[in-house]
T-cell receptor, first 116, second 115 residues
């Protein structure tokens, strides 16, 4: 079984600052996918970024990037130039390769607050 | 765009009632999921289904059952609701297989309060 750990229940930064959210995971799988999801107050889960474990290059989506360290089983999310709209719960998630039929395993989440 | 629709956003039910939470997806996805979300616990998988009439237990199936009679619809059933099932329930779907396709799409959630 997989486990995902987010050690920061809540973080608060000033607008325009850079913030890094931590995530570690445990698995015996070699091929898998890692995700960061954002959940704003509307509760709609929004995919922020995705990383395939076989890719060494870290994924980037505009202001969002990851630091994927496979050997250390670490998958942190960096948000640059943070904006008020980034305020949300952020969940790190793991999916085994092979079709995803058994879904995602989530961490407990980090509540990120961007202060004006 | 993929759309996952949960028909009831807010429900209040009495202890002991039978509760149905319905979820419909419009993208012909093979896989469907029910998660429960509680503060400080994240999302936990209740049941999933990878095909019509197929179902598998997730991490917390106790007190729940599911039904998947049609590919697009996945129902979560609380046979006898209890107050500890007060929570937000999220439905999700995903296509089967493929590197590019391994992404799950979520509904907007159903808030259930059991009194």
């Amino acid at each position: 079984a997989q486990t995902v750990t987010q050690s920061q229940p809540e973080m608060s930064v000033q607008e325009a600052e850079t913030v890094t959210l931590s995530c570690t995971y445990d698995t015996s799988e070699n091929n898998y996918y890692l995700f960061w999801y954002k959940q704003p107050p509307s509760r709609q889960m929004i995919l922020v970024i995705r990383q395939e474990a076989y890719k060494q290059q870290n994924a980037t989506e505009n202001r969002f990037s990851v630091n994927f360290q496979k050997a250390a089983k670490s998958f942190s999310l960096k948000i640059s130039d943070s904006q008020l709209g980034d305020t949300a719960m952020y969940f790190c998630a793991f999916m085994r390769s092979g079709g995803g039929a058994d879904g995602l395993t989530f961490g407990k989440g980090t509540h990120l607050i961007i202060q004006p | 765009d993929v759309k996952v629709t949960q028909s009831s956003r807010y429900l209040v039910k009495r202890t002991g009632e039978k509760v149905f939470l319905e979820c419909v997806q419009d993208m012909d996805h093979e896989n469907m999921f029910w998660y429960r979300q509680d503060p400080g616990l994240g999302l936990r998988l209740i049941y999933f289904s990878y095909d019509v009439k197929m179902k598998e237990k997730g991490d917390i199936p106790e007190g729940y059952s599911v039904s998947r009679e049609k590919k697009e619809r996945f129902s979560l059933i609380l046979e006898s609701a209890s107050t500890n099932q007060t929570s937000m329930y999220l439905c999700a779907s995903s296509p089967r297989g493929g590197v590019v396709l391994n992404t799950i799409y979520f509904g907007e959630g159903s808030w259930l309060t059991v009194v």
